[in-house]
């Protein structure tokens, strides 16, 4: 089964309470790892720099959780509280 995020997180890349440090996407969310964070979401934007954002706290995440619980991803972890609009780590 195919998920489309696009619609459900078009919204929320303009959050920047959203984005992801570098020094947390390595250590904690594990991108790129084995145990990588399943909320994890890339910005399209400058390709030298892109930009990472925690889509726990979004409207995607069911989505997500969904395909986790399908076997239709391959990042499975759940590695902190997430970023919200009101507060970053």
């Not at 790129?32 to 399209?44: F, H, K, N, S, V």
């Amino acid at each position: 089964m195919k998920y489309s995020l696009t619609d459900r997180i078009a919204g929320d890349f303009s959050h920047k309470e959203l984005r992801i440090p570098q020094s947390h996407l390595k250590t904690v969310c594990k991108v790129g790892q084995a145990g990588a964070c399943r909320y994890i979401g890339l910005i399209p934007s400058d390709a030298q720099d892109p930009a990472f954002f925690c889509a726990k706290h979004t409207n995607a995440r069911n989505t997500i959780d969904l395909a986790v619980k399908n076997k239709d991803m391959k990042a499975y972890g759940d590695n902190c509280d997430g970023f919200t609009l009101t507060e970053s780590v």
